[in-house]
């Protein structure tokens, strides 16, 4: 390190730590970043987001929506989960709140059936969710959208009825866009759009509630989900609903996900599709090494089982799922609402056999480091549409406005210290040029 051998070297010093000051006041620096992030995450699309361990967890919970002991008690052993786990994000798969969704983004069963039951710290991580077919009963479905919108969505993340993130972990500590890592892409799906409701109205005759399906709208889910399989360069693929392709509950089979959708996950080499609506825990067997996931009794539980020739598991206990995936494996286990062990799953990516699915213990593959906040890959931090041009735009102008009240910040904090002190570290330190710079600064000293 060169210093230049000045009394008014403090003025840098000053410099240093006011410069902090202002990019703190001004919401710059990491907490800028942080909003930054958060801000993506609710309205876009589509993401890309960094996490720089050697692993990806999250836990997997549906039909969690019912307000009771049943649901206070998973919860419970979830919060214990993610202690152990340290998830990165958590998947609701639908039937949010029973029995008709909620009618507003500030609707009191927010508080009452999710905020003040998922409250632990161990589950403050984003939870990405999708709707159910009780979600729209109240025929406001967008209330859920609104919500992940608005200042009172600390976790809560439903930037539209479909979306996607894509996740690169396994990578450099600052998650360099230079050193490769693994890619992780998960779906997000309106199952009611894109096959379950009838088009025109649908109304649910019990409720007298209604909403609105188009043709379109069908057209354009189904278009989005195929061009995103088709785009992507994932190593990993995942895809979550709520409705089961494939289910030996009481709902069975899906005939529009079965005849359209499965296909697609198995031209596309998806590796696993998460969903809920049976309310019980399954895993099922699909073509080419494709696994399918139900965890529909995060708050209902229902005794109710059909023969079916891809079924590998089936329990009809309370409880979630539980995910940890590196470079070659994922593993997955469904956990009881007591937190007992109900299966093990462990396969590799594209297609391959699984090479253990068990009901029994095992050695679990853990992580190679805690969990942290998801993080912008530097470079490539968004990728694809927003919800709107405005949306980007307004990303823009604030990144552009931040940088411009730094510089001014800095500016004037130089001006008033008259600070002239240079410090240089790292291979300029012993360049030739920039010692002789540093002498012509010090003869205006």
């Given at each position: 390190?060169?210093?230049?051998?000045?009394?008014?070297?403090?003025?840098?010093?000053?410099?240093?730590?006011?410069?902090?000051?202002?990019?703190?006041?001004?919401?710059?620096?990491?907490?800028?970043?942080?909003?930054?992030?958060?801000?993506?995450?609710?309205?876009?699309?589509?993401?890309?987001?960094?996490?720089?361990?050697?692993?990806?967890?999250?836990?997997?919970?549906?039909?969690?929506?019912?307000?009771?002991?049943?649901?206070?008690?998973?919860?419970?052993?979830?919060?214990?989960?993610?202690?152990?786990?340290?998830?990165?994000?958590?998947?609701?798969?639908?039937?949010?709140?029973?029995?008709?969704?909620?009618?507003?983004?500030?609707?009191?069963?927010?508080?009452?059936?999710?905020?003040?039951?998922?409250?632990?710290?161990?589950?403050?991580?984003?939870?990405?969710?999708?709707?159910?077919?009780?979600?729209?009963?109240?025929?406001?479905?967008?209330?859920?959208?609104?919500?992940?919108?608005?200042?009172?969505?600390?976790?809560?993340?439903?930037?539209?009825?479909?979306?996607?993130?894509?996740?690169?972990?396994?990578?450099?500590?600052?998650?360099?866009?230079?050193?490769?890592g693994v890619k992780v892409l998960f779906l997000f799906l309106d199952t009611m759009v894109l096959a379950v409701a009838d088009l025109g109205l649908f109304e649910n005759g019990t409720r007298g509630k209604r909403y609105w399906v188009e043709a379109e709208q069908r057209s354009q889910h189904w278009k989005w989900l195929e061009e995103t399989l088709k785009a992507s360069t994932a190593d990993w693929v995942f895809v979550v609903g709520h409705h089961p392709v494939f289910s030996a509950g009481k709902h069975g089979d899906q005939a529009t996900l079965k005849q359209k959708l499965d296909p697609l996950l198995v031209k596309y080499g998806v590796d696993?599709?998460?969903?809920?609506?049976?309310?019980?825990?399954?895993?099922?067997?699909?073509?080419?090494?494709?696994?399918?996931?139900?965890?529909?009794?995060?708050?209902?539980?229902?005794?109710?089982?059909?023969?079916?020739?891809?079924?590998?598991?089936?329990?009809?206990?309370?409880?979630?799922?539980?995910?940890?995936?590196?470079?070659?494996?994922?593993?997955?286990?469904?956990?009881?609402?007591?937190?007992?062990?109900?299966?093990?799953?462990?396969?590799?990516?594209?297609?391959?056999?699984?090479?253990?699915?068990?009901?029994?213990?095992?050695?679990?593959?853990?992580?190679?480091?805690?969990?942290?906040?998801?993080?912008?890959?530097?470079?490539?931090?968004?990728?694809?549409?927003?919800?709107?041009?405005?949306?980007?735009?307004?990303?823009?102008?604030?990144?552009?406005?931040?940088?411009?009240?730094?510089?001014?910040?800095?500016?004037?904090?130089?001006?008033?210290?008259?600070?002239?002190?240079?410090?240089?570290?790292?291979?300029?330190?012993?360049?030739?040029?920039?010692?002789?710079?540093?002498?012509?600064?010090?003869?205006?000293?």
């Amino acid at each position: 390190m060169m210093v230049l051998p000045r009394s008014k070297c403090r003025s840098a010093i000053s410099l240093l730590v006011l410069s902090r000051c202002c990019s703190q006041s001004l919401g710059i620096g990491g907490n800028y970043f942080d909003e930054l992030q958060t801000y993506r995450d609710r309205f876009s699309l589509q993401s890309t987001f960094c996490v720089p361990t050697e692993s990806l967890s999250w836990l997997a919970l549906g039909d969690w929506g019912q307000p009771g002991d049943a649901q206070q008690q998973v919860a419970a052993t979830m919060a214990r989960e993610a202690s152990k786990r340290q998830p990165d994000f958590l998947l609701l798969l639908g039937d949010n709140f029973y029995p008709a969704g909620v009618f507003s983004s500030h609707d009191p069963q927010w508080n009452t059936t999710y905020d003040a039951v998922y409250d632990e710290a161990s589950l403050q991580v984003s939870h990405y969710a999708v709707l159910g077919n009780h979600d729209y009963y109240s025929g406001n479905p967008f209330a859920q959208i609104e919500r992940c919108r608005n200042a009172d969505s600390k976790n809560w993340r439903m930037p539209d009825r479909w979306y996607s993130r894509e996740f690169v972990f396994d990578t450099s500590a600052h998650c360099s866009d230079h050193t490769p890592g693994v890619k992780v892409l998960f779906l997000f799906l309106d199952t009611m759009v894109l096959a379950v409701a009838d088009l025109g109205l649908f109304e649910n005759g019990t409720r007298g509630k209604r909403y609105w399906v188009e043709a379109e709208q069908r057209s354009q889910h189904w278009k989005w989900l195929e061009e995103t399989l088709k785009a992507s360069t994932a190593d990993w693929v995942f895809v979550v609903g709520h409705h089961p392709v494939f289910s030996a509950g009481k709902h069975g089979d899906q005939a529009t996900l079965k005849q359209k959708l499965d296909p697609l996950l198995v031209k596309y080499g998806v590796d696993m599709y998460l969903s809920g609506h049976d309310h019980d825990q399954q895993m099922l067997l699909g073509d080419h090494g494709l696994t399918y996931l139900i965890s529909g009794s995060g708050s209902k539980l229902r005794n109710t089982s059909v023969p079916h020739d891809r079924l590998a598991f089936q329990r009809h206990e309370y409880g979630f799922a539980s995910s940890v995936l590196n470079r070659t494996h994922l593993v997955t286990t469904w956990l009881s609402e007591s937190g007992q062990l109900l299966h093990r799953h462990v396969q590799t990516p594209r297609g391959r056999p699984p090479l253990l699915s068990e009901d029994t213990s095992g050695a679990e593959l853990t992580r190679g480091e805690p969990s942290v906040d998801e993080k912008w890959q530097a470079g490539n931090g968004y990728v694809g549409a927003s919800t709107g041009g405005e949306i980007a735009t307004g990303m823009d102008e604030m990144h552009t406005k931040g940088l411009l009240a730094w510089a001014l910040c800095t500016a004037i904090v130089l001006a008033l210290l008259g600070c002239r002190s240079v410090i240089l570290t790292g291979p300029e330190a012993h360049d030739p040029v920039s010692e002789r710079r540093l002498q012509e600064l010090s003869r205006w000293g």
